[in-house]
């Protein structure tokens, strides 16, 4: 038999060794794995949860944390403890002050909890050495057992445990933008996991592990529909099957909200205009609210889209957004229920520069909002680009609810094929000095209400969720969802430490795996950043499905939908001049900030285009003239890919065969695809500036006119 | 602790003790579940299969059977047999002739078993007792492994075993109605499994199960695409996605197929017309095809959807089918590639009847096909009813190869939610007489080709696959799956001996409930025609979806599209004359059935308002008028429905939970559907003949208006 015959031949025995009922690293399982431990670890593990301890009768989130800790500690440690009443040596002890009135003899800071924290802890309880997860609510023991497994997957000492945590965001939220028909818009990760045409009657058991997963990151509420779905969401028939998810999620602390179209009552032929201010409308919305929280008495709330990109609006009727949002938020009112109103709004007529729209629409009506209304605000001014400056609206409005809107699902950043780890991005947002003060708030103080003490505070991420069996569309999109879900808990995390614990529960806790796969991570979004949009240039993507480079779109209906109104590009220079001899949207900044951003010289290199238009020859920090550093950063960006892809490949013997290839083959069409972006880009960008490449640049390989040909007609995502 | 305490108490320890990695039933195992056997039975399994003989170096197809093996007797048994090259006692051997010549001295009639089939034998050779796996080809061998795991699985007595199989059909097709853009025409199963998006870089492992199911089956071929997909599919981005799924398929002896949009050459702006006479359009498509062949060396071949529902083809040019389809196969004939031209055609402008035109435009074109064209024939002249009488096409074109196109996906019987096993209809449709001569041939006899000595036969399933995890959207639709390729591989196949095979295979072997299953399944169909169109009424289903009752629909832009065309009902009477005195259609059937569909009192009840259009007092032979029986007809659907859902309540304790209760939550909504149906066509059919009510006949509880106030806009399958 020859070598390569040999070869083959073991490589055939080895494929038919795998084991025929091993479980399948398929990534449906998430950063839940609970996949056994090394035996001592294991044993260790299975000495902390002897059994579990939970004194009184059970709540269905109690339950849903008993299954949790015993799904975990049986699969992690082999031993599946047994539930008890009783007090033992060994156990682990869910208990709130009402469950098991000795409590108070440990004289624990249970105050400081508040009704979703927790705190776990090595305690002597009535005699008994126990590990002790504490909290004033079900839902509390809930975060607390899963905070537990966490920590015990990560490979924390469970002995010497003295852990407490609070949320210091009170809606922690998702947003789907999944459509009625089960499109979901932006989404790539196949089609809605929410079958509404199946529902009421069929709930899909992965509604069950959604809400274990969310819950697991004190996510504690989902709108369950795009921002621009149809009226008909608000129908009998849709309601009732709001209520079905309803029901499964309660359990886990999850409420539901949904998304309310605003011409509703016109399109749905019960009223004879939206017009917030007619009684007419306002007790439509009041009796459609009072018959959804009959059927879901715990219901959340409305998210509304208003007047923009074309949706219906109270501008439409010469009212404006607190008209608008007031009236929603006085038919939820009674039943605790709150209307998120999106800041997202820009409008067909203006000519001003869109970054500059939503703070001119909404600063003017700070102090107009009803209390139960929050204003929810994207990161960024433009929408979602791989990196823009934070908002300026935070900070900006000091007695209204400022909810922020992140995105999840990766429209302007590869979709579910380039990795791209969204924590750098959240951090860099949330670390981001407002300059209020000398020094502070960071957004994250405006966001949770530390600066301004408003207690009604928001963090909504839109979902990458869907039916696609390892949820996100790929496996490293599952960090992005966790991420988000993290910081919402704790708006001061790090990237860093929480890529760490999401690479030790999903992959491997071996610090060879972490550390190079947090690296990995830690350098994905600025890769993509260098690759599609340095340097502050923004919203370079190809039309309507934002995938690939279209810097020389310029044929779209309105001027702000067209790459080159961004870049605006020409012989003479590139770049958006925002400042005061531009749009003058520094302005709109503190004016700490809007001094440093007037002066190209004092802006960042990463927001330069974004606030000035420069010549080619500009001379950069660097040294280099503008031209040539922007085709650096464009080569960078190619090479940090290229980078994690070694890491990956030498990662292959730590990695279950399923998920390296599966990742490797991504990252093969990352790096394609990054090429491509930096190829089209420069040859667009030379086309326009006429400059030579310099020294030892690589030409693109393809004539811009290849590049602009290239189509891509069923795109995913559309909606 | 109180009683009720005590019982929740209970039922929460029962619960929680769930083992935590149990396998889970989702469906995603199919009828390969390869669950363990009990300890008797898995032993017995073991001792005939110690080991696992190829003699030779495997193929790819080779090791697909040997993996599979090696994966249901590790299952069932619980060992996993070594792979050996070397004959030993109780092994089981994969043999062809030229992997062991040895074989030739058993007197084998291999020559029997052609390309495909193959030979399960106990046999003493070269001195071991062992179980012989015998084909002429690896495939065979692929397809006798898994016949050898379903009679393993079913409780056969493996020490006897002498068994041999043939497939006498040569194309096993299975049609997928998929777009590009993954959503799925007539599809209740979630989006196409297809992800043309990232393909052909990132390869689904869901591909390969697809695979080894259809292998399991026989099953050879499969269209990827819709037969309305877009012209992008013959791009070449697309060529490489296809060629990526082929090359998955392939050791599992399936061809990949395409559509093929007949105006392709035009809208991809490569021609100046799609005229199948003119040269250039000719070498278009042969440049095409040999373009895809150079990819896919054994690629299958096209389906066409010409003039058919508004779309493009040879007659917009004043050519017929055997013009356009000859040109096309011409275009793959030498790569030995098929066409296969449906035959599901009705024009715009023709007022004759809808049931008659398929005939009246093929059966002229008998002989002038050439040899590598399939006509691919519906099972009925409508539209994939309920019942429809056997297409008159089959028996009618001697000289022409006639392929049979079922639907496996249920656009008429209630979606992915009613439980409607189609094995019955299947063979109601092959075992059909067309009464050619005295008796016979069967339809079965005209499409395996028996009949007319034809080679080229083919039968072909429109699937019921997508995303869902459970792949069919139910799991009584993974039967109808089953059953199209069961019988496509042998068309005389019965609907009871597969049904009872299935439900051993995927719910359990015991008699109880392969008893009770097999009920359920073969009273299943009848009960669906009964409460939706009993009788031989016929497509009166809803607008576009065709969910739900439509039998007031009479506002569609072509007469042919709306139930009152079907139905015809006034205050007169009821149903479509086709007799001679009406549209004449029954004498497209041979004349022994001509003269029978042409008198009421000697069609069969289930054809009688299909052929003839009778007064509501028309007389049945069962003494009821046929109003009374129309009602009494819809009555026993509902019942029907009743008694399946009793049946499986019953089951309970031998099913498992998760599958137990996903099937009674659909069984509650087709009962709920089904009293639905009646009520609302009893409605309409009591205001057209203004008849009152039977005594005894519960009235439907909505009014007439109520019930075509019913609206579905977003109901699945619209592709």
């Not at 959240?426 to 981001?432: C, G, I, R, V």
């Not at 995938?547 to 012989?571: F, T």
Request: aromatic letters at 10%; glycine letters at 8%; a neutral charge.
């Amino acid at each position: 038999m020859s070598f390569l015959k040999k070869s083959l031949a073991l490589m055939c025995v080895l494929f038919l060794a795998k084991p025929v009922f091993a479980i399948e690293e398929d990534g449906y399982d998430l950063w839940l794995r609970y996949r056994p431990l090394d035996s001592h670890s294991g044993s260790k593990l299975a000495q902390h949860a002897q059994a579990i301890v939970y004194a009184a009768e059970p709540s269905q989130t109690v339950n849903a944390a008993v299954a949790e800790l015993r799904r975990g500690v049986g699969g992690m440690s082999g031993r599946t403890p047994a539930t008890v009443r009783k007090l033992r040596d060994g156990a682990l002890v869910l208990a709130t002050p009402a469950s098991m009135p000795a409590l108070k003899d440990l004289n624990l800071p249970m105050v400081e909890l508040g009704t979703e924290g927790y705190l776990l802890r090595g305690v002597r309880l009535q005699g008994h050495r126990v590990t002790l997860i504490a909290a004033n609510s079900d839902v509390g023991l809930l975060y607390g057992a899963f905070a537990w497994l966490r920590l015990a997957r990560t490979g924390a000492d469970l002995a010497t445990l003295t852990t407490q945590s609070t949320p210091k965001v009170k809606l922690r939220m998702l947003n789907h933008w999944d459509n009625l028909d089960r499109t979901v818009e932006r989404g790539y990760a196949g089609e809605s996991i929410w079958d509404w045409w199946s529902l009421p009657d069929i709930r899909d058991p992965r509604y069950v592990d959604y809400a274990r997963a969310n819950a697991s990151l004190g996510i504690n509420g989902t709108v369950l529909t795009n921002v621009n779905s149809k009226a008909e969401v608000l129908t009998p028939a849709w309601i009732a099957k709001t209520a079905a998810v309803a029901d499964i999620l309660r359990p886990y602390g999850i409420k539901v909200y949904l998304t309310a179209r605003f011409s509703a009552p016109l399109e749905l032929k019960e009223a004879s205009t939206a017009d917030p201010l007619d009684p007419a409308v306002a007790a439509w919305w009041k009796s459609k609210a009072n018959e959804i929280y009959k059927a879901i008495p715990d219901f959340g709330g409305f998210l509304v889209k208003a007047n923009s990109e074309g949706q219906p609006g109270p501008q439409d009727y010469g009212r404006n957004h607190a008209d608008g949002a007031n009236m929603l938020a006085r038919a939820v009112a009674p039943h605790n229920g709150v209307v998120l109103w999106r800041a997202f709004v820009y409008s067909p007529e203006s000519r001003e520069d869109r970054a500059k729209q939503a703070f001119n629409e909404f600063k003017p009506l700070d102090g107009r909002f009803d209390s139960n209304v929050v204003i929810q605000v994207k990161n960024g001014a433009i929408d979602f680009q791989p990196r823009e400056p934070f908002h300026p609206l935070f900070g900006a409005m000091p007695k209204t609810a400022l909810g922020l809107e992140l995105q999840i699902t990766k429209e302007y950043l590869g979709f579910a094929t380039h990795l791209a780890y969204l924590g750098t991005m959240y951090e860099e947002l949330l670390k981001a000095d407002t300059r209020l003060r000398d020094v502070g708030p960071t957004v994250a103080e405006i966001v949770d209400g530390s600066f301004h003490h408003t207690s009604s505070t928001a963090m909504a991420g839109v979902a990458n969720i869907g039916s696609s069996r390892m949820w996100s569309g790929s496996h490293f999109d599952q960090a992005n969802w966790y991420v988000f879900g993290r910081m919402a808990w704790d708006p001061r995390a790090t990237a860093r430490d929480v890529a760490r614990e999401w690479v030790a529960q999903t992959f491997s806790a071996k610090p060879v795996v972490v550390d190079a796969v947090t690296e990995m991570m830690m350098t994905s979004r600025e890769a993509v950043v260098n690759y599609m949009t340095p340097l502050g240039l923004h919203h370079l993507m190809d039309t309507g499905h934002h995938y690939g480079p279209g810097p020389w779109v310029d044929n779209l209906q309105r001027a702000d939908w067209n790459p080159v109104y961004y870049h605006k590009a020409d012989r003479n220079g590139v770049g958006f001049d925002r400042g005061p001899g531009g749009s003058n949207a520094v302005a709109q900044y503190a004016p700490a900030w809007s001094r440093v951003f007037s002066d190209p010289h004092t802006t960042p290199d990463e927001y330069l285009l974004w606030f000035h238009h420069l010549p080619w020859d500009y001379s950069m920090r660097s040294g280099k003239t503008l031209w040539q550093e922007v085709i650096a950063h464009y080569d960078a960006g190619v090479l940090s890919v290229a980078d994690s892809q070694a890491r990956w490949v030498k990662l292959k013997p730590s990695i279950d065969p399923l998920r390296h290839a599966d990742v490797a083959a991504r990252l093969a069409v990352q790096l394609r695809e990054a090429q491509w972006w930096r190829d089209a880009c420069i040859a667009y960008f030379q086309s326009v500036s006429g400059l030579p490449l310099p020294n030892g640049v690589r030409p693109p390989p393809l004539t811009l006119d290849q590049y602009k040909a290239r189509r891509f007609s069923f795109a995913p995502g559309r909606g």
